[in-house]
């Protein structure tokens, strides 16, 4: 069975500074993954996914089927990247999606 | 972009009682939706698929006759909670999609409280 791990459950770092969101996965086949974002008081919405490689927001994945990971990143966090930041991978075709439990960034001034 | 919303976004009911919660594509044909359940500080946890026209496929563990899914249209699907009980308080989310290979959009959610 599929699975979604994301070791942190929280996130803090500067202004300026670069994230790194930590994503793992384990599936057998080859997965979908996508990153999605919940804002406050906002509902979860797409972020990115792996197979566009596009940059939004400023940030960027890459999937490393080596690692097994999908980690999320952006050289220069700004305050408003504060949320909460949900890994998922798919089976493919659009299927369901297994997320992963999630993790809060929080970016201070 | 595509909406999706879910109605009501909060919902108090007795124990015993039963609760529908509906989610709609508002600009968009969704062929399939999907329901989740989140408890707090955890992931979501699918817990059926839906296609217009057709049966529900559950997860493993989810009880059909406890969670009943209808997706009679292509922009309603609904999730009734029968007999709710404490255990039941959740938060519901649906998400909508349209064919495959597509973004599924997702709705604010529905927060039940079971007393």
């Known amino acids: 069975a599929q699975r979604v791990t994301q070791p942190e459950k929280l996130l803090s770092v500067f202004k300026g500074a670069p994230v790194e969101l930590k994503c793992n996965y384990s599936?057998?086949?080859?997965?979908?993954l996508f990153w999605y974002v919940q804002y406050s008081r906002q509902r979860l919405q797409l972020l990115l996914r792996?197979?566009s490689r596009e940059s939004i927001k400023g940030f960027t994945a890459d999937l490393n089927k080596g690692e097994t990971s999908f980690h999320l990143k952006k050289p220069f966090a700004q305050e408003e990247d504060s949320a909460m930041y949900y890994c998922?991978?798919?089976?493919?075709?659009?299927?369901?999606?297994?997320f992963g439990t999630g993790t809060q960034l929080k970016v201070e001034l | 972009g595509a909406v999706v919303s879910q109605h009501p976004s909060r919902v108090i009911c007795k124990s015993g009682t039963s609760v529908k919660i509906e989610c709609r594509s508002l600009?968009?044909?969704?062929?399939?939706m999907f329901w989740y359940r989140q408890f707090p500080k955890q992931s979501l946890m699918l817990m059926a698929t839906?296609?217009?026209?057709?049966?529900?496929?559950?997860e493993q563990g989810v009880e059909k006759d406890k969670f009943l899914i209808n997706h009679a249209s292509l922009t309603l699907s609904t999730l009734t909670v029968t007999s709710a009980h404490p255990e039941d308080s959740s938060f519901y989310i649906c998400?909508?999609?349209?064919?495959?290979?597509?973004?599924?959009?997702f709705g604010q959610g529905t927060r039940l409280t079971v007393v």
């Open positions: 998400s909508a999609r349209v064919g495959t290979y597509t973004e599924a959009f």
């Open positions: 792996h197979i």
């Open positions: 998922a991978l798919s089976e493919g075709g659009g299927n369901k999606l297994t």
């Open positions: 839906s296609n217009e026209g057709s049966k529900a496929t559950y």
């Open positions: 600009d968009f044909q969704a062929t399939t």
């Open positions: 599936y057998s086949g080859s997965p979908e």
